[in-house]
């Protein structure tokens, strides 16, 4: 039966719509997976002989056990905000005779051969073979070893337990942050020393290597608790019950003003308010307002005039780049019936400029406190305002004419990558990288209000010829039509 799954999953990645897109992002990871390793590989080796020379006087291997504590605390927020569950597409499975038993157990043996399980292995097994040759006894290094890779699984299914009963919340990091903060900061203000208590635990392993017998029980009792929370979902009609909520009705009449796109915009800002995943672009605006208060007060950025461009832009188009990136996505689960529709299909992206565009102005109206730092600042700003108006909302609507992955909406908005390809990596380049490249030439070849001036006549060149630029994006669109209809018919 694994056999039979392994081989489903394999015609699933291959058949899939959105496989040459993935292949691309798959391919990127890979070399940064290859990096990682590379990086592990060499602290495994370097380790004993950097630690021997920084402290000649200290056991280097008692030094890392009593660093462990915060490698155990850096692996488990990495693993929430990276690490998902391996899924596979089990509703047609449980019309077919097989026991859900033997799915979850499926599911959850194929997270043990995660990659982020396999990382620690370059640094521990060079570690321990190094004391090995140091002549540290084999039996004592071996259990110490062994007792580490079960640390690691444990955090992948401590992982899986944290992030299910914490992904039902709107701001669903909010547990982990608190919890490994909180840990953290009894260590460091001495409250409760966790560093050596982790630290006597593996030398203790070391010691007595028959004290592993407490982390297989620790991993057997997560396991358990995995497999007891996957099991209750594995039913049929699980996804059918929904949550019987108030509603909470809100005036859009001010859309009106808008002429015929304003059905679509309501219909946008329904969708934004009422998901888990399309409210984080709402959140997400208070962070752009406020990004360029972690720069523009210290003194260090205060001559760095070319990285006003990137403030400027990131700050008056955080929402344009977190909701437009995955235009049409938002719309995956209906767009069947959508585009059955006598609409055109026009309006229904002039809709989603028109709200982009409103927030760009908005969200630069709301930083003009920004001058409080210097005119600079607020002219890059307005600069960077009409040319996040006049080019980027083009170039994102552009892009999304490649989209091919479905969005759920219902997931968890906090670092949830569903949905996102090649192309929501790719279109940084000339949403970011390029008008910064551009405005960081011309401020240090020519002078920075050219810099500006070039930035804000290439947004007005935009606003100008937006309905022949319109016509061409709508044009692509309708060439990928159908494409996006059986792409988001599938499960990506």
């Not at 927020?77 to 449980?94: E, G």
């Not at 996804?239 to 909520?245: A, C, F, P, Q, V």
Request: proline share 4%.
């Amino acid at each position: 039966m694994i056999k039979h799954f392994l081989n489903l999953e394999w015609k699933s990645f291959f058949r899939s719509a959105s496989f040459g897109k993935s292949l691309g992002i798959k391919i990127f990871m890979g070399f940064m997976a290859l990096y990682f390793i590379v990086m592990f590989l060499a602290m495994g080796v370097g380790l004993f002989p950097i630690l021997k020379k920084l402290f000649p006087d200290q056991d280097p291997l008692n030094i890392v056990n009593n660093y462990l504590f915060y490698w155990l605390l850096a692996d488990l927020l990495f693993r929430f905000f990276f690490q998902k569950l391996p899924v596979m597409q089990v509703k047609p499975l449980l019309t077919l005779p097989i026991s859900r038993n033997t799915i979850v157990n499926y599911v959850l043996g194929k997270s043990a051969f995660s990659f982020f399980n396999f990382l620690p292995l370059f640094a521990i097994i060079p570690f321990g073979i190094t004391l090995i040759v140091k002549d540290y006894p084999l039996a004592s290094v071996l259990g110490w070893m062994f007792g580490l890779i079960l640390t690691t699984i444990i955090i992948n299914f401590l992982n899986f337990i944290i992030e299910s009963l914490s992904s039902e919340t709107e701001l669903s990091f909010l547990p982990i942050i608190i919890f490994t903060g909180g840990l953290f900061a009894l260590d460091y203000f001495n409250i409760i020393s966790f560093t050596e208590l982790i630290g006597s635990a593996y030398t203790g392993i070391y010691n007595q290597p028959y004290f592993i017998v407490t982390l297989l029980a620790i991993l057997g009792f997560c396991y358990s608790i995995n497999f007891q929370l996957l099991h209750k979902k594995l039913f049929l009609d699980s996804g059918l019950k929904t949550e019987i909520k108030e509603v909470n009705t809100a005036n859009l009449d001010w859309t009106k003003s808008f002429g015929d796109v304003a059905p679509f915009m309501q219909l946008d800002l329904r969708l934004i308010w009422r998901n888990k995943r399309t409210k984080s672009s709402v959140w997400m605006l208070a962070i752009g307002l406020l990004y360029g208060l972690f720069f523009y007060p210290n003194p260090v950025y205060q001559g760095m005039v070319f990285f006003y461009i990137f403030i400027g832009i990131f700050s008056t188009g955080i929402f344009l780049i977190n909701f437009g990136q995955f235009v049409p996505a938002w719309d995956s689960g209906y767009y069947k019936l959508l585009m059955s529709q006598n609409i055109k299909y026009e309006q229904y992206l002039k809709s989603k400029f028109t709200l982009m565009a409103v927030s760009v102005v908005a969200l630069f109206l709301l930083g003009i406190p920004y001058v409080y730092f210097g005119w600079k600042i607020l002219f890059a700003h307005f600069a960077a305002a009409i040319y996040n108006v006049g080019v980027n909302t083009h170039v994102i609507l552009w892009g999304g004419s490649y989209n091919r992955k479905k969005i759920n909406l219902d997931q968890k908005a906090a670092f949830n990558y569903q949905g996102t390809g090649a192309v929501q990596w790719l279109i940084g380049i000339p949403l970011l990288l390029i008008p910064m490249g551009l405005f960081a030439l011309l401020n240090w070849s020519l002078s920075f209000e050219i810099a500006c001036l070039v930035l804000i006549v290439m947004g007005v060149l935009g606003i100008i010829f937006h309905q022949k630029i319109m016509q061409f994006i709508t044009g692509k669109y309708l060439e990928s039509k159908y494409q996006m209809i059986d792409a988001f018919d599938q499960e990506n």
